[in-house]
């Protein structure tokens, strides 16, 4: 059994996730988009990190994956009592670890580190690693100017029309050396890019510098699965992003925005027809139902790419020979 | 109807304030004990304040009274998980107020707006007033060295003997402009110290450099209402500081503690024979029930002290005739 790196965000990453860790433990690593984390009231929130360690603590809510399960709003009541904003309403559950973060990073922790021991506090058998230590800062471009996916998405409701991405930071971020460590793995099987927000989720991990180079070097091969299922996202502004970007809104667009990085393509099963189009692109093609309402369908479709992956991974060895 | 001015701390502090609020309404400045402030996972925790808003504003905790009615904990819970600190447990209302405090006062507002912003926002008619801006801690001086009161109560159970108390950064402390202009308000009918602990919840206000000229250069009566009825505490641990002090405890010695500063002692009915040692002490007594049990006790208490410095207005005028 070897190891496997998944770069991931959102709920869908997490989902996928949680799969990959019933099947490989602490042989995953999954670095985790931080492009969308923010400041409110002066703390540190990292809410794609954070769904990733409820997701994989068996913590996540059924129909909210991003927060724990039971959610209550008891403090947000006493600061709005208090005059303190709206938005975004913050769960209690949800306080906690940005509360330790704050001070931690204070305290000059690492982010990684920060979240590596959130992990074993948590009994967590994989090991979450942000993408970076540093600040990187995700904003959306509208017609009235750049914000922070943060605001684009709480104070604007994800209403402007989207024009571009700029990953303010990105360039000045080192990898860190956690997240060298496990693509360096010998026995890395696979590299798997989650189903999640191709822009503002799964882009700025690869806009660090040097991670698209360190990801085509190694020799695993990078999967990526499709978060666009018969032309619409099953959670998020994915689709709606693509159309105001020029893009059609479809699994093929998704696999475009990865061509020459990734070697194969998890496509739903609901898309078939598009499986030669994207062949086209220069990668191979795995069908497969991407859809995770249970358990076992996070475990089958883990277990669905490790195998593709594996494919890819003995064909090419056979063409060396 | 004229101005008070209460100076205050704890809950004994605040039930008085509340009764002297229904009698008072907008003409109350409560100044309010910030020596026991504290830093918690890099919030500014100000216990004597808030414990002042909630009594204030009808939301105490009818057995909890230093919190909000109905205090939870689950944002506790999560800290837990995350492998945060135990104590102090943080209550999940009782958060609402340091975390608004805190990025306040990261943004350069001075403790007394934010207090008074939270007073306008949960209609509290009195104004609470901190005793001062500038960071003031208690220590309290064991046979191990000094620790922040906080520390001694939270981490130590109050359990090391007291050898003396500092009040670390009280005589580079300015009184606040709104505490200069609430003490020198002509119509000023009264300053009254509430029924607190002499020493780490009075005293710190009386230490701000210029506090007890100020007070006694103002013409209205200082009057003192007992924390101790029959030798003992109603509350907290001031009978056992003052056993360690090498001072009974007792009525007669928190008057002593405020000697040369007050023109009159509230004692309570119990406590009636201690009166003319009291009076020895160069100060009018009033016996009084202090024990405030319900509503009705603290605006009964409130009325009596009133009435009170009333008196020794009307004797100090008869005099100078």
Redesign the interface.
């Known amino acids: 059994m070897g190891s496997v790196v998944a770069l991931a965000a959102q709920v869908g990453g997490a989902k996928l996730a949680e799969g990959l860790q019933r099947l490989r433990g602490k042989n995953l690593s999954v670095v985790v988009n931080t492009g969308d984390d923010f400041e409110h009231?002066?703390?540190a929130f990292s809410p794609d990190i954070d769904t990733m360690l409820y997701t994989l603590a068996g913590m996540a809510s059924q129909k909210a994956g991003w927060q724990?399960e039971g959610e209550?709003y008891?403090?947000q009541?006493?600061?709005r009592?208090?005059?303190?904003p709206d938005r975004p309403a913050l769960g209690?559950?949800s306080?906690?670890?940005p509360?330790?973060r704050?001070?931690a990073l204070?305290e000059g922790h690492r982010l990684t580190e920060i979240t590596l021991?959130?992990c074993?506090?948590?009994g967590i058998a994989a090991r979450v690693l942000p993408m970076c230590d540093e600040r990187v800062r995700t904003h959306v471009l509208t017609d009235e100017g750049a914000v922070t996916f943060h605001d684009y998405f709480n104070q604007l409701g994800c209403e402007p029309p989207v024009r571009g991405f700029q990953y303010a930071g990105a360039d000045a971020a080192r990898i860190p050396d956690e997240v060298i460590d496990a693509l360096h793995a010998r026995d890395l099987e696979a590299v798997i890019i989650g189903p999640a927000n191709p822009y503002h989720a799964i882009r700025p991990i690869l806009e660090i510098d040097g991670m698209r180079d360190l990801l085509r070097k190694r020799g695993a091969p990078v999967v990526a699965v499709t978060p666009i299922i018969g032309g619409k996202a099953l959670m998020g502004s994915a689709a709606k992003m693509m159309r105001e970007l020029g893009r059609e809104p479809s699994a093929r667009a998704v696999a475009g925005e990865y061509r020459r990085l990734i070697d194969g393509f998890v496509l739903d099963r609901e898309d078939v027809g598009l499986a030669e189009g994207i062949r086209s692109l220069g990668m191979q093609v795995l069908v497969a139902p991407t859809i995770m309402r249970s358990s076992e369908d996070r475990v089958a479709l883990g277990e669905a790419i490790l195998g593709f992956a594996a494919r890819i991974r003995e064909a090419r060895a056979a063409a060396v020979e």
């Open positions: 009231l002066g703390l724990p209550s008891i403090v009541s006493m600061l009592k208090l005059g303190g209690d559950r306080l906690g670890a509360l330790l704050t001070e204070g021991d959130f074993r506090r948590l």
